[in-house]
């Protein structure tokens, strides 16, 4: 398969060479058939890499570290140490995010939100249980408000109660 292409590719290349150098010089000064196939297998293998390398390229980027900063690298770099150390701190700026809820304000009342349960997801685990006020960062009075909007939700049939709402779902094509 291919090789028919080298094939056709190098009977359309010689003739242009031979065209070619005939107008340039003026005399049948004709490419060698064989250095063409030659020219047109590295050209071949050359694509085949590059593909190869877009292929090992569409690893999920969450296992992927990002080394482009750096020069040398640290054996810790490569650990699953790193990876856990990565988690915590993403787990702790997701943490710093929820302290500066707009539910901790004074004017506002979790109470009635009951019927967003789009905003209410964010202070829930991926089960649907109720995250610890350490957790959301908001005050214990916040926490009891927030805790009676998501029940009054639920009542109501606005929250699953095993799950988050659709719209936290991971979508088709992203990665989690």
């Known amino acids: 398969m291919f090789a028919g292409t080298f094939k056709k590719q190098a009977c359309a290349i010689t003739r242009t060479f031979s065209t070619s150098s005939m107008k340039l010089t003026g005399k049948n000064n004709e490419y060698s058939l064989s250095s063409t196939f030659m020219n047109l297998k590295k050209q071949g293998e050359a694509l085949d890499s590059e593909r190869q390398k877009q292929r090992e390229s569409a690893v999920m980027q969450m296992f992927v570290n990002d080394f482009s900063k750096q020069s040398t690298y640290d054996p810790f770099d490569f650990s699953i140490a790193n990876t856990r150390y990565h988690r915590k701190l993403?787990?702790?700026?997701?943490?710093e995010e929820m302290k500066q809820s707009s539910f901790n304000s004074e004017e506002v009342n979790p109470e009635i939100f009951y019927c967003?349960?789009?905003?209410l997801s964010k202070y829930l685990n991926n089960s649907g249980q109720i995250q610890h006020h350490t957790v959301t960062g908001l005050k214990t009075r916040k926490q009891k408000a927030m805790?009676?909007?998501?029940?009054r939700a639920r009542a109501f049939g606005l929250l699953s109660p095993v799950a988050r709402d659709v719209s936290m779902f991971p979508r088709r094509g992203s990665s989690l």
């Open 90 to 95: 993403q787990k702790i700026r997701k943490e």
């Open 116 to 119: 967003m349960p789009q905003l």
């Open 147 to 151: 805790a009676k909007a998501v029940r």
